[in-house]
C-alpha cells in the first residue's frame, strides 16, 4: 500500500476530484437550505455572514463604479485586492449577481484544497493516501467554517497556493527534470499571493529558507543559495536602515507577527478578535481532522514519512509547524489541515500495511484482509470529519435585525452622515448604508478601540457627543506614552474644546443589538492606557420582560425564564429606574449585580455598578437621559437603535 511501485492511473486521479467536487456541491446546497430555513437570505441568496466579507464587498463595488479592470491591480496601493477586483470584473455594476457570486465563491474556491493536498499525496505513491488525504482535508471542520456558503473570505485559496509553493520549492531542491518549471511556478504563486492575500507571499517568501539548508550542493545550487542569503542581508540591512521599501515591508511583516502572536500592546486586541485566539490541542485536532484521536496517527505517519525521505520530508514537515503556531493564533489552522490530513492518511496507510502483511502469512489471508482493513482504514479517517459536516450549520455574525437596522440607517440620515459604530460593524454598516464609518475591521488598532469605546463607558453625555463629533472627523492622535498613572489627565486635557469647531456635520451613533454582549470589550479598552487594564468580563445581559413580576413591598421578584437559563440565581439589587436618572441612586449603598426595569419598556437589563452609570446604558431608555446630545432616531432591544448625535 505505500511501495513506491504502485501505479496510480489517471483514471484514479479523476475519480478523487470527481468525488471532491461532488461532496462540495451536496455540502453547499446543504448549507444553502439552512441558511434559507434560518431566514438568512437577502433577495432570495444566502447572506454574506462574515465581517470582512463586507469590505470585499464595498471595494468591489466601488471598483466597478470607476469602471477599472482587473489590470487596476497592478497599480492599486492598497494590498491583497485581487479578490475584489475579481468580483467587479464578473459581476460589473448589477448587485444581484454580486451577491450571488458572493455567497457561493466559498465552496467553489475551497476546492482549490486539492492543490494544496494531491501533488504531495502522489509522492507518497499510496492510492490510500491518494484518496483520503483530499477527502478529509475538505471535510476538515474549520475549513468548512472558512468556506461554507455566505462566507466571502481570501482564506479558501491561501493553503492551496502556500502548500503548493512549497511542493515546487520540493520539486526543485530535490529533483533534476524541469527544475526551471518548478521555480517559474513558485514564482507565479508568489505573485499571485502578493495580490490575493500579502501576508502569505512573506510567508512563501520565507519558504525559502528550507532550500537553503536543504544539502543540495551542485554549483547552481550553490551560486543561487549565496544569492538569497546576500539578498535577505541586503534587504534586512535596507529596512534597518529605513530606507523605503524595505522598512515598510519590515514593519509591516513585524506587526502581523505581534498581532497574530501576541505581545503586552496586544494582548487586549488579539482577544478581540476571535480567529486570533489560540486551541488546545484536543481543541486543533478537532478542527483540523474531526477528532483529537487522528492526532495519533499524524504523529506516526510523520514519524514514518521522515524515516522514509530523510532530507526530503524537510519540506512537507516544515508546514507541520503550522499545528504549533495554530495552538497560538487558529488563524493558522488552514495551513495546517493539508499536512495534517496527509500524515494522518499516511499513518493510517502504515497501520493497514501492517496488519495486511500480518494476515499475508496465512493462505488467502491477504485477499481478505485488504479490502476490509482499506475500509476500515477509510471509515476510521473520514467518519468523525464527515459526521461534523453533515451536521455543521454555518454561522453568520449578523442576524436579519442587523440589516433591519441598517435598512433604517439608510433610509433616515443623510448619505453623508458618518456613523460611530464597534469595529466589527463598520464594513457592514459602510457597504449597506453608502456612508463613511469611523473605523472598521482593517483599521481598529488600541488607540482607535480606546477613541471609540471611551466616550460610550464614561457617564457624561455632553461629553461623549462632543468626543464622539471631534474624532468622528479627527482621524486620532493619541501620545500613548502618556498611559498608566498621568492617563485620566492626559484624557481631561482631550475633552478641552471638543465641539466648538465641528459645524452641522451629520453623526449618528449606531449599536447594534449584538455590540451589547461585548460590552466587557468596550469596558477593557475604554480603559486599556490605565496602568491596570480590567480583564475582559461580562457587565450586561438584556432580557424580554416576559414573566418579569416585582413586588417593591414585599421584595420579591420573579424573573424571566431567560435569566435563569443564563445562569443568574439571584440578584444584588432591584431598580425601578422609571423616571429616574442614575444620579438619583447611591449605588456605592447597593449591592450588584443590578437587575434594572422600567415600566415603559419591554425589556429589563442586569448590568454592574462599572456599567450602569455608563453612556451607552443610559441610552438603553431605562433610565431618563436628556435628549439634546443624542436624539433617538430608532431603537428596539432585538435589532439596536441609532441616535443623532448633537
Known amino acids: 500500500m505505500t511501495s513506491g511501485h504502485q501505479p496510480l492511473p489517471k483514471t484514479w486521479l479523476a475519480g478523487v476530484v470527481f468525488c471532491a467536487v461532488m461532496i462540495t456541491v451536496v455540502l453547499a446546497v446543504h448549507h444553502g437550505n439552512l441558511m434559507a430555513g434560518q431566514g438568512l437570505l437577502r433577495d432570495n441568496v444566502p447572506i454574506v455572514g462574515n465581517n470582512d466579507g463586507y469590505f470585499y464587498l464595498d471595494r468591489a463595488t466601488s471598483i466597478a463604479a470607476e469602471g477599472r479592470g482587473v489590470a487596476g491591480i497592478f497599480t492599486d496601493k492598497r494590498q491583497s485586492m485581487l479578490l475584489p477586483y475579481l468580483l467587479a470584473a464578473v459581476a460589473g455594476t448589477d448587485r444581484s449577481t454580486l451577491h450571488l457570486m458572493a455567497a457561493y465563491i466559498g465552496p467553489v474556491l475551497s476546492l482549490s484544497m486539492l492543490l494544496a493536498v494531491l501533488p504531495w499525496a502522489m509522492e507518497f505513491r499510496s492510492r490510500f493516501v491518494m484518496a483520503a488525504a483530499p477527502i478529509l482535508a475538505l471535510l476538515a471542520p474549520y475549513w468548512i467554517a472558512r468556506t461554507h456558503v455566505g462566507f466571502l473570505d481570501t482564506d479558501s485559496l491561501v493553503p492551496g497556493l502556500c502548500s503548493l509553493s512549497m511542493y515546487c520549492l520540493f520539486r526543485f531542491a530535490s529533483g533534476t527534470r524541469r527544475r526551471t518549471v518548478w521555480a517559474l511556478l513558485y514564482v507565479v504563486l508568489l505573485a499571485i ?10 510567508l512563501v517568501g520565507g519558504f525559502l529558507f528550507c532550500y537553503l539548508i536543504y544539502p543540495s550542493w551542485a554549483r547552481t545550487d550553490v551560486l543561487l543559495k549565496g544569492v538569497l542569503v546576500g539578498a535577505f542581508v541586503c534587504a534586512v540591512g535596507l529596512a534597518v536602515a529605513g530606507i523605503r521599501p524595505f522598512s515598510e515591508y519590515g514593519a509591516y511583516v513585524s506587526a502581523h507577527l505581534g498581532l497574530v502572536f501576541g505581545g503586552t500592546e496586544q494582548d487586549l486586541l488579539g482577544t478581540a478578535i476571535r480567529e486570533l485566539g489560540g486551541v488546545s490541542p484536543g481543541i486543533l485536532g478537532q478542527k483540523t481532522l474531526g477528532s483529537p484521536w487522528l492526532l495519533l496517527p499524524v504523529v506516526l505517519g510523520a514519524a514514518g514519512y521522515c524515516f522514509r525521505y530523510r532530507w526530503k520530508a524537510l519540506f512537507l514537515m516544515s508546514m507541520g509547524c503550522f499545528g504549533a503556531a495554530s495552538m497560538i493564533s487558529q488563524r493558522f489552522i488552514p495551513l495546517f489541515v493539508p499536512v495534517a490530513a496527509l500524515l494522518a492518511a499516511y499513518g493510517v496507510a502504515l497501520c493497514v500495511t501492517w496488519v495486511i502483511g500480518f494476515f499475508a502469512r496465512f493462505p488467502g489471508g491477504e485477499s481478505m484482509a485488504r479490502p476490509v482493513m482499506t475500509v476500515a482504514g477509510m471509515a476510521f479517517l473520514l467518519t468523525c470529519a464527515a459526521r461534523n459536516a453533515v451536521h455543521y450549520e454555518p454561522e453568520s455574525y449578523f442576524s436579519k435585525s442587523d440589516f433591519v437596522l441598517a435598512d433604517t440607517v439608510r433610509r433616515t440620515l443623510p448619505p453623508e452622515t458618518v456613523l460611530w459604530s464597534w469595529w466589527d460593524y ?18 481598529q488598532t488600541e488607540a ?14 455632553a461629553r461623549a457627543s462632543a468626543w464622539i463629533r471631534h474624532y468622528a472627523f479627527a482621524w486620532p492622535r493619541l501620545d500613548t506614552g502618556m498611559r498608566g498613572a498621568g492617563w ?16 452641522e456635520a451629520s453623526v449618528a451613533l449606531v449599536l447594534p443589538a449584538r455590540v451589547n454582549t461585548t460590552v466587557g470589550y468596550l469596558y477593557s479598552f475604554a480603559h486599556v492606557f490605565d496602568t491596570t487594564v480590567p480583564p475582559v468580563a461580562n457587565h450586561l445581559d438584556i432580557f424580554p420582560k416576559t414573566g418579569f413580576a416585582y413586588d417593591a413591598d414585599a421584595q420579591t421578584v420573579v424573573v424571566p425564564e431567560a ?22 441612586l447611591d449605588f456605592t449603598a447597593l449591592p450588584d449585580p443590578y437587575l434594572v426595569f422600567s415600566r415603559t419598556t419591554d425589556f429589563l437589563a442586569v448590568t454592574d455598578r462599572a456599567v450602569i452609570g455608563s453612556v451607552l446604558f443610559r441610552l438603553l431608555g431605562l433610565f431618563e437621559y436628556d435628549r439634546h446630545s443624542f436624539e433617538p432616531l430608532y431603537f428596539d432591544s432585538r435589532s439596536g437603535g441609532v441616535w443623532l448625535v448633537r
Request: proline content about 4%; some cysteine.
Open 426 to 443: 463598520g464594513y457592514f454598516l459602510q457597504y449597506l448604508t453608502g456612508m463613511k464609518t469611523f473605523f472598521d475591521g482593517g483599521s
Open 193 to 202: 499571493l502578493w495580490f490575493w492575500w500579502r501576508p502569505g507571499a512573506f
Open 448 to 461: 482607535t478601540c480606546f477613541v471609540a469605546a471611551y466616550p460610550l463607558m464614561q457617564e457624561d453625555l
Open 488 to 503: 485620566d489627565e492626559y484624557v481631561t486635557s482631550l475633552t478641552e474644546g471638543l465641539g466648538e469647531d465641528d459645524g
Open 563 to 584: 435569566m435563569v437559563v443564563k445562569g443568574y440565581d439571584s440578584v444584588g439589587s432591584v431598580l425601578d429606574a422609571t423616571g429616574k436618572e442614575p444620579g438619583q
